[in-house]
Every structure is written in structure tokens, then in C-alpha cells.
């Protein structure tokens, strides 16, 4: 446990070293926002195709792959065969 956090705290101290304030500006340069619903910008920019811009919408898109992954992860379960494969699995569920 002692090597562990020695080891966390070495990390960090050592990397405090090389962090470059320049580079925090412009801190959100797209800006903060970036909310669309049905593919309709609500708030923020959106860039020349009509995609929003800005942390949120690339909160929101983090946020739908990972409710994805762990919604196929859940619906796959544990194959009915011991041996059996991962998609036969995945496929016979949800």
C-alpha cells in the first residue's frame, strides 16, 4: 500500500515539473457549450458542417460510447456454453 502511493505521489510531483501554463490558453477555445438535440444545435457553436462544438458536446459523445459499451457488455452476460464463443453470446441476448 506504502509503495503504491509513494509511487503515485513520485508520478505526480515529476510531472508537476513539465506542466506548461502556455498551454491553458486559450483554455476552450471552441468554448464551454455545445448541446444539440435530434441534430439541431440548442447552445453553443457549431462548426461549417452543423456539428456542435465545445466540451460539453465532447462530454456528451465520452458519455454515449461508454453507456453503449456497458449496455453490450451487460446484454452479452456469460455464454450458456462454458466454452462457447463471445458473439454467439452477445447475440442470443437482450
Known amino acids: 500500500m506504502i509503495v503504491k502511493v509513494g509511487i ?9 515539473f513539465y506542466v506548461n501554463p502556455a498551454n491553458w490558453h486559450p483554455f476552450a477555445p471552441h468554448g464551454y457549450a455545445g448541446l444539440s ?4 444545435t440548442i447552445w453553443g457553436q457549431e ?11 465532447g462530454a456528451a459523445i465520452s458519455f454515449i460510447a461508454y453507456i453503449g ?6 446484454c452479452g452476460g456469460s455464454p450458456p456454453i462454458p466454452g462457447g ?4 453470446a ?5
Not at 438535440?37 to 439541431?40: D, N
Open 8 to 16: 503515485v505521489l513520485f508520478v505526480i510531483v515529476v510531472g508537476a
Open 37 to 40: 438535440f435530434f441534430g439541431h
Open 47 to 57: 462548426n461549417a458542417a452543423g456539428k456542435p462544438l465545445g466540451m460539453l458536446a
Open 69 to 74: 459499451f456497458d449496455s453490450a457488455h451487460a
Open 85 to 88: 464463443t463471445y458473439p454467439s
Open 90 to 94: 452477445s447475440s442470443a441476448r437482450c
